[in-house]
């Protein structure tokens, strides 16, 4: 029986780790199953947690309003040290690229449990574009024993990286197996699909009645730490442009909790956000409500990394805020396109998919480079190989 840990931290990390998670416990005669989450993230990891019914067996509650980067990885760092010590697990595995999985990698390298990395080898190979988690992820990288690559790309750069072709497994992104299990759960229940619309209404978008209005639907999300300052407050003024210029659209805008993203949107739009009929901006949605949401627009403006994979695999055009993406697959194969935070580029795309149909098409043709669902299952099997 092989004790595996699993750790995260942050929204994103929950929603790929929960699949995971699912099925190691349905393993119970191969794996013993513990879950420390970090609480890098407080309500938003909160939210993900309910969802999908995960009781972490440790939390390190480490959030702190507006906690830096030395806040979060020192608390992490010395709280693992005693979780380690007292679940003495075989193997630790953790997430992508957040300082949750950086610090507690580290942590785990100290006592010398093995590390095995979930969504290993996404690169940019530029330290500061995204940052701090293209370092975040190459150091992880160096610490893990097992790698789980999710495409062949992610692999490609890993045996580029002379790590042992022996320890990296081709999986898919978990992402993938979340976003399936929510699709299916919409799709089969009605009365969740009802549930979600009055989830929306309640949170201040009301996605029935606007879509019988044939209003159409953008989907803005960003977060990212190197946008914060001038690439935020670009990003607001060229929505706000946006927003005037097509008065039947609506942008809803669920707001990440970090304060350096909610400043900017109040310097550019004032305290009374709701002002514009069709500006909504709304607090951050549970999982399920976010990938109906998804599913119901017409494009996605963001600069969040599992967005670009769930997006394109529900036909959904993705403009990136960014200026370099890890996740080069979709761009690849045209339904994603960087934009950058240049207040005209973001006008011009987003115009451009508005006004130009077969523009749009070309865009919007699903596809999913990132996985077929089965990512779990193949890090369970190669897992219980160990
Ligand atoms: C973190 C990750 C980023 C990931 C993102 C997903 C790092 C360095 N950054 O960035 O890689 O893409 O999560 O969203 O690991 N806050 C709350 N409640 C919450 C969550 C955040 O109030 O549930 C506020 C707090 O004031 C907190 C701040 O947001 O201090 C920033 O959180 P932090 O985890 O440091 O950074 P993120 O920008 O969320
Ligand atoms: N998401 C969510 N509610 C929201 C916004 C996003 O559940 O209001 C989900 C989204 O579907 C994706 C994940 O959160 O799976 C992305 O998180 P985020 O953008 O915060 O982080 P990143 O992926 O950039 O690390």
């Known amino acids: 029986m092989k004790k595996v840990l699993l750790v995260f931290g942050t929204r994103p990390e929950a929603i790929k780790m929960a699949p995971l998670v699912k099925e190691l416990q349905q393993r119970s005669n191969q794996f013993t199953t513990v879950v420390c989450v970090t609480g890098q993230h407080r309500q938003m990891l909160d939210q993900v947690l ?11 509650n480490i959030m702190m309003q507006n906690q830096d980067l030395y806040d979060v990885t020192s608390k992490i760092l010395i709280g693992m040290r005693d979780v380690l010590c007292e679940i003495k697990p075989d193997i630790v595995l953790v997430h992508g690229d957040t300082t949750t999985s950086t610090a507690a990698a580290l942590s785990a390298f100290y006592q010398q449990i093995p590390v095995g990395h979930i969504e290993a080898g996404l690169r940019t190979y530029n330290i500061y574009s995204p940052w701090p988690e293209e370092m975040n992820r190459q ?51 009605e009365s969740l699909a009802i549930q979600l619309q009055n989830t929306l209404k309640i949170a201040g978008y009301n996605i029935v009645d606007r879509l019988n209005n044939n209003k159409k639907l953008v989907l803005i999300t ?38 350096n993203v909610r400043k900017p949107i109040h310097e550019i739009f004032g305290e009374n956000l709701n002002e514009n009929s069709n500006m909504f ?4 949605l549970e999982y399920l409500s976010f990938v109906y949401m998804m599913s119901k627009c017409c494009l996605v403006l963001t600069d969040s990394g599992g967005i670009q994979e769930e997006a394109p695999s529900l036909g959904k055009p993705v403009l990136v805020m960014r200026d370099t993406t890890e996740r080069p697959e979709a761009l690849d194969a045209g339904t994603v396109k960087l934009v950058g935070t240049d207040y005209n580029k973001i006008i011009d795309e987003v115009s451009a998919l508005l ?13 999913n480079p990132y996985g077929d669902g089965l990512a779990c299952k193949r890090i369970a099997d190669a897992l219980s190989q160990l």
């Open 355 to 367: 006004d130009n149909e077969e523009y749009y098409q070309s865009m919007s043709g699903a596809t």
């Open 281 to 284: 901006f709304i607090e951050p």
């Open 50 to 60: 309910d969802i999908f019914e995960i009781a972490p067996d440790y939390d390190l």
């Open 222 to 259: 960003g977060h990212r730490r190197e946008n914060f300052g001038n690439g935020f407050r670009n990003i607001c003024k060229a929505i706000k442009y946006l927003s005037y210029k097509y008065p039947d659209v609506d942008f809803v805008y669920p707001m990440h909790l970090n304060p």
């Open 139 to 189: 150091i992880t990288g160096r610490i893990a024993t097992y790698n789980f690559a999710p495409t062949e790309l992610s692999k490609k750069n890993l045996l580029s990286e002379n790590i042992d072709s022996n320890k990296i497994y081709l999986t898919g992104n978990t992402v993938i197996d979340a976003l399936y299990l929510v699709i299916d759960k919409i799709k089969n229940d």
